[in-house]
T-cell receptor, first 119, second 110 residues
Framework: AAGVIQSPRHLIKEKRETATLKCYPIPRHDTVYWYQQGPGQDPQFLISFYEKMQSDKGSIPDRFSAQQFSDYHSELNMSSLELGDSALYFC??????????????????FGAGSRLTVL | DAKTTQPPSMDCAEGRAANLPCNHSTISGNEYVYWYRQIHSQGPQYIIHGLKNNETNEMASLIITEDRKSSTLILPHATLRDTAVYYCGRGSGGYQKVTFGIGTKLQVIP
């Protein structure tokens, strides 16, 4: 079965440079999530998009922006990179479901991640 | 967002049941409990979820207390391949995010 595809898998940048990470969700999934995971940390939610509109925002720096395109893929743009931005960045996708008018459980499928190293 | 709390590490003998606890005392009535695991630095892998009732699937069982303030993930017969960090998370369902705690590093010992 098709999974969530992230690219690039590894990225090395210098301070103050920009980086763009891409995420291709599972086909027919309508929601995309971005998480950041620092060394030894739990995944921290950054931002999500449902049907191409931003649906929630977490601890995403102002230097970062993201969008979801018409084909449902998403891109996370990071500018003015800092050493502290070095982390694993995971994208996840899900399919919005409602059961009897109530939101069903939201099972996220994660990609393999993109490892960003800022030097 | 309030996070879940878990013990940072646990050991389990191979072939024995691994019981991983999670505290989510501030969980609201419409929030699900989710369990994921992460092997090395791979993407978190979904294991199981529940709302009120206990759940079981081919990977694990989830026991949720009646007051929903805590839960336990049970791996019935742990193998060496179950060595991973296990994350307990919470989320409202629909298209809402899942918020994770710091996770429990489970070491399965031969």
């Amino acid at each position: 079965a098709a999974g969530v595809i992230q690219s690039p898998r590894h990225l090395i940048k210098e301070k103050r440079e920009t980086a763009t990470l891409k995420c291709y969700p599972i086909p027919r999934h309508d929601t995309v999530y971005w998480y950041q995971q620092g060394p030894g940390q739990d995944p921290q939610f950054l931002i999500s998009f449902y049907e191409k509109m931003q649906s929630d925002k977490g601890s995403i720096p102002d230097r970062f922006s993201a969008q979801q395109f018409s084909d449902y893929h998403s891109e996370l743009n990071m500018s003015s990179l800092e050493l502290g931005d070095s982390a694993l960045y995971f994208c996840a996708s899900s399919s919005h479901q409602r059961t009897s008018g109530r939101a069903g459980a939201n099972v996220l499928t994660f990609g393999a991640g993109s490892r960003l190293t800022v030097l | 967002d309030a996070k879940t709390t878990q013990p940072p590490s646990m050991d389990c003998a191979e072939g024995r049941a691994a019981n991983l606890p999670c505290n989510h005392s501030t969980i609201s009535g419409n929030e699900y409990v989710y369990w994921y695991r992460q092997i090395h630095s791979q993407g978190p892998q979904y294991i199981i979820h529940g709302l009120k009732n206990n759940e079981t699937n081919e990977m694990a069982s989830l026991i949720i207390t009646e007051d929903r303030k805590s839960s336990t993930l049970i791996l019935p017969h742990a193998t060496l391949r179950d060595t991973a960090v296990y994350y307990c998370g919470r989320g409202s369902g629909g298209y809402q995010k899942v918020t994770f705690g710091i996770g429990t590093k489970l070491q399965v010992i031969p």
